[in-house]
């Protein structure tokens, strides 16, 4: 996801409050999520909100956040990583950035997904920039500097005692990545298009094989965004599958203001789990708890079928916990709030005014965070 807006491709398978409003009733309370292997978030921007002022509080008590989230049921912590970032605003997600930031989600006995996004600057399907320092390199040599850096960053993350227990090689890859090498342009699926894109895939996955020793036990997830889409996402893994990518897990963004009903995710997990047989993680997913800037970029209104309140967003993460537990085969995996530490803060650009965050303006936890579950 990228914090000022997705562009989605259509491809092959064609103002801070301080408090949170009183919301209106719903039929039901939401209940937590099924025991899942992941749940949590993705809290990449979490050090650099504490640094700019951001306070997180649980019943009134200052507390570190992701002992917060800990404390309410996560398991699992995503952590992106840019190349060379450029330090604004969220972009901070450099190497010595993020090993500080692993390093806190292992000392809190948690699962970490390294994400990376194989550039200085948010990959998503419309963008995908090659790491300008990596510019000016022909294929043969791109992929063997991805492979060279992939191994070296989980080589580091190991050292400082944070192997990751999931490795995402790209993010939200509809288009491919490294753009224009491993870019995938939607305009006749050629061969050299596939035959890049995978390459570069498979020297990824090379890089995390080569940093491990026997005993180490590291999954390799590939993400795709169109969570609501079966067509479009069995386009993309059929494709992967027949130019023989191994991968172990699959990964899906899940907006419903993007991405449709929950009824055509569930309609994606279950056609997405019977053909490939393999875990899948809605691994970015959130929904407004208050107005506050997504609703310029609606695409699926029909979608939004909760109310926009405190209450709304917990049933709705209670609905998808137990959409994705129920997929076929226990193959739903998991369930990762994407930015839930968005809180405003002075200085820094912040996603939707913190719209879709778990914690309200003022750092105070939700009612979505207890349905993470125990």
């Known amino acids: 996801m990228k914090p000022r807006g997705l562009l989605l491709l259509a491809l092959g398978a064609a103002a801070a409050c301080g408090k949170p409003e009183t919301p209106p009733l719903l039929p039901s309370s939401p209940t937590p999520i099924p025991a899942l292997p ?3 978030a993705d809290i990449s921007a979490l050090k650099r909100v504490e640094d700019a002022g951001g306070v997180f509080r649980d019943s009134g008590r200052v507390r570190d956040a992701i002992a917060i989230l800990r404390a309410h049921g996560a398991n699992t912590f995503r952590l992106r990583i840019f190349v060379n970032p450029n330090d604004s605003d969220v972009q901070v997600n450099s190497l010595s950035y993020t090993l500080a930031l692993a390093a806190r989600v292992k000392a809190a006995g948690a699962r970490l997904i390294l994400d990376f996004h194989y550039s200085d600057t948010w990959a998503d399907p419309g963008h995908q920039t090659t790491p300008a320092a990596w510019s ?64 570069l895939l498979k020297a990824a996955i090379r890089g995390v094989r080569d940093s491990l020793a026997p005993g180490d036990s590291v999954r390799v997830m590939l993400h795709y965004s169109q969570g609501g889409n079966l067509g479009a996402t069995q386009w993309f893994f059929d494709h992967v599958n027949a130019y023989g990518v191994l ?39 959130s929904y407004p708890w208050r107005a506050g800037g997504w609703e310029g970029s609606v695409t699926h209104a029909d979608a939004m079928t909760w109310p926009v309140s405190t209450t709304g967003q917990a049933q709705f993460l209670s609905d998808l916990g137990q959409v994705v537990a129920a997929t076929p085969g226990g193959e739903g995996a998991g369930v990762l709030w994407w930015y839930p530490e968005a809180i405003p803060v002075s200085g820094l650009f912040i996603f939707d005014g913190g719209s879709l965050a778990l914690f309200d303006s003022m750092g105070n936890t939700l009612p979505s965070i207890p349905v993470l579950g125990r």
Do not use: C
């Open 136 to 199: 000016a390199l022909g294929y043969d040599s791109l992929a063997a500097q991805v492979e060279r850096y992939t191994a070296s960053v989980v080589a580091q993350l190991k050292h400082e005692v944070a192997l990751p227990d999931v490795v995402q090689v790209g993010n939200e890859v509809d288009a491919g990545m490294l753009w224009p090498l491993g870019q995938l342009t939607g305009t006749g699926d050629t061969l050299t298009q596939w035959t890049q894109f995978t390459g």
């Open 247 to 285: 991968y172990d897990m699959i990964g899906l963004s899940y907006y419903p203001f993007w991405h449709g009903t929950i009824d055509s995710l569930r309609r994606n997990l279950s056609g997405t789990a019977s053909r490939y047989a393999k875990p899948i993680v809605v691994v970015e997913t």
């Open 38 to 40: 992941y749940v949590g």
